[in-house]
C-alpha cells in the first residue's frame, strides 16, 4: 500500500506542529517526515528525555528511530543555521546521535534554495523601506530566497559542488549588500561581512558531508515500494501566500498545495491531511486577526500558553478561536483529520467563546471580519475523576466536530510526549 500523510497547521502558525508530528509518527509508524515549505522562520518545539529542543530546519521525526529526515526542494535552507542545529543535537544527545547517524538520516534535496547572510539583511531592509506597513518577519532571509527563486537567480543546495559556486554567491551577496547600502548605509556599515560570508562558507563546506540528492525521485520511488512518509508543514494556513492574509504572510505555500510542490510527492500518493489547530487563536507580526483580545482574557491566555515565539522570542497575539477560519483551511486543503493542541491552556476559565460566524455573512478573517461567539461553560481539567473527558469540555470537542464535519482524533495536553489523549 503506498501512503503519504501530510500536517498542516490551520491558523497562523505555532500551533504545536513539533510534538504534535512526533506524536503521530510514533503512531503511524512513518519511515521519514519530509519538511516541503519555509526555513528558518519555523520553529518546532519538542520536549524529549526531559530535554526542550527547537527545530528550524531539521524534520520533528529526528528523535524517531530508524526514519528518514527529509528537507524537500521546497525549503529554503539557512547552512550556518543547519550546522549549529546539528552540533546542538549531537551536544545534547550525545548518547543518541552521532555525525555519521545524522548524515545517514538527513536527505537534503538537490533544489533547495540557500539563504545568503544578506538574504537577512535585505530582509530587515525591505520591513524599514515599508515602514508602518511592515509584516513583522521572522528576519531569517526567508522572503528574499524566495525572491531570487522565482527572479531564476537563486543558488540551489545542489550547485555547491560547482567549481564556480563560491563566485556566483559572492557576486549575488555583494550585489545584495549594494542594494542596501544606496539606501541604509548603517545597516551594511555596522556589520563584518567579509566575516558573515566566510562563516557562511565554512557552514556551505560542512553541508557538502551530506547526502543531496533528487529527493523527489526518491521519495516516490520509497513510497511506491511501501514506505510511509510523513508531510510537515511550517507555519499556518493563514500565513499562506497565496491562500492567507495578504501581504502579512510569509513566503511560501503553506496549504496543502505547497506539499506538492515542496516535495515532489505525487498527489496519487496523498492518504490523510492533518489539520492541526490550538483550542484558541494566536498570531506574531503584524496583519487582521478577527477574535483578538486586548483584554485580560487574552494576557491570560498569553502566560498561561506561554506565547512568546520559539524563533524570535515575540509575544504572541492571542484570541478565541475562530472556526470560521478552520472551515476555510480545512475546505481549501482537504483536511481529513483534526489535531487540537493546548486545550489544557483553558482550563480553570469561567467561560470560552468561540467564533462562529463573520457579521453579514462574510467569509475571510480581513480587516472586515466582525466575529460572532458562543460562548462555551468552562472546565477545570479536560478529564474528570472518572478518568474520561469532562462534561464541558467534551461539548466544546463536540460543537466543534459538527461544525467543520471532521473528528479530532488526536488532543495534546501538555508540552510532554506523553501528554496526549488519543481518540
Ligand atoms: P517571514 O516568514 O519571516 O517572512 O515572516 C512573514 C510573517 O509570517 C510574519 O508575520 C511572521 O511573524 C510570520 N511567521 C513566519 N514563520 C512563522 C512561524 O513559524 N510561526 C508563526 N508565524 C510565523
Known amino acids: 500500500m503506498t501512503k503519504a500523510d501530510v500536517l498542516l497547521g490551520l491558523q497562523w502558525g505555532d500551533e504545536g506542529k513539533g510534538k504534535a508530528i512526533d506524536a503521530i509518527s510514533i503512531k503511524n509508524n512513518y519511515d521519514g517526515a519530509i519538511r516541503f515549505q519555509g526555513g528558518p522562520n519555523a520553529g518546532h518545539t519538542l520536549e524529549f528525555d526531559g530535554k ?53 538520516k538527513i536527505i537534503i534535496s538537490n533544489k533547495c534554495h540557500i539563504i545568503l547572510p544578506s538574504h537577512k539583511i535585505l530582509d ?56 542596501v547600502t544606496n ?12 566575516q558573515l560570508f566566510t562563516q557562511w562558507l565554512d557552514a556551505i563546506n560542512f ?21 510511509k512518509y510523513l508531510g510537515e508543514g511550517a507555519q499556518g494556513f493563514f500565513l499562506d501566500l497565496d491562500h492567507g492574509t495578504y501581504p502579512m504572510v510569509t ?41 483578538e483580545l486586548f483584554d485580560a482574557t487574552g494576557k491570560l491566555l498569553q502566560t498561561q500558553g506561554n506565547e512568546f515565539g520559539s524563533t524570535t522570542g515575540r509575544p504572541r497575539r492571542c484570541g478565541w478561536l475562530d472556526l470560521v477560519m478552520l472551515k476555510y483551511a480545512c475546505t481549501i486543503s482537504g483536511v481529513t483529520e483534526l489535531i487540537m493542541s493546548k486545550a489544557d491552556v483553558l482550563n480553570g476559565m469561567p467561560t470560552i467563546k468561540v ?13 472586515k471580519a466582525k466575529p460572532i461567539y458562543k460562548a462555551f461553560k468552562g472546565w477545570k481539567t479536560l478529564i474528570d ?37 488519543w481518540r
Do not use: W
Not at 525591505?126 to 531569517?140: I, S, V
Not at 539606501?183 to 567579509?194: A, C, H
Not at 467564533?355 to 480587516?367: M, V
Not at 479530532?408 to 495536553?413: A, K, L, N, R, Y
Open 251 to 291: 513566503a511560501s505555500n503553506t496549504s496543502i498545495g505547497g506539499f506538492f510542490n515542496g516535495s515532489g510527492v505525487s498527489p496519487k500518493h496523498l492518504c490523510n491531511v492533518y489539520g492541526l489547530f490550538k483550542a484558541y487563536t494566536t498570531r506574531v507580526g503584524e496583519g487582521p486577526f478577527p477574535t
Open 355 to 367: 467564533c462562529i460566524a463573520y457579521q453579514n455573512d462574510y467569509g475571510f478573517p480581513d480587516e
Open 52 to 104: 526542550k529542543t527547537v527545530l528550524h530546519i531539521i524534520p520533528s521525526n529526528i528523535f524517531n528511530e530508524n526514519c528518514k529526515s527529509v528537507i524537500g526542494n521546497g525549503i529554503v535552507l539557512d547552512p550556518v543555521i543547519f550546522m549549529q542545529e546539528i552540533s546542538n543535537l549531537i551536544q545534547n544527545f550525545s548518547y543518541l546521535f552521532t555525525i555519521d547517524e545524522l548524515k545517514n
Open 183 to 194: 539606501k541604509y548605509p548603517e545597516m551594511v556599515l555596522e556589520l563584518d561581512v567579509k
Open 124 to 179: 530587515k531592509y525591505q520591513e524599514q523601506k515599508k515602514g508602518k506597513d511592515k509584516c513583522g518577519t521572522t528576519g531569517k532571509g526567508i522572503g528574499p530566497t524566495y525572491g531570487d527563486k522565482i527572479s531564476r537567480v537563486g543558488l540551489r543546495s545542489g550547485d555547491i559542488l560547482n567549481t564556480d559556486f563560491e563566485l556566483k554567491a559572492k557576486n549575488l551577496y555583494y550585489e545584495h549588500l549594494s542594494i
Open 385 to 421: 475523576e472518572k478518568g474520561i473527558l469532562s462534561k464541558n469540555f467534551l461539548h466544546y470537542i463536540k460543537f466543534i466536530e459538527e461544525y467543520l464535519n471532521l473528528p479530532i482524533t488526536i488532543i495534546s495536553t501538555g508540552p510532554n510526549r506523553n501528554d496526549i489523549i
Open 207 to 227: 553541508l557538502k558531508k551530506f547526502t543531496i540528492i533528487d529527493t523527489a525521485i526518491y521519495l516516490n520511488k520509497a513510497i511506491s515500494n511501501g514506505k
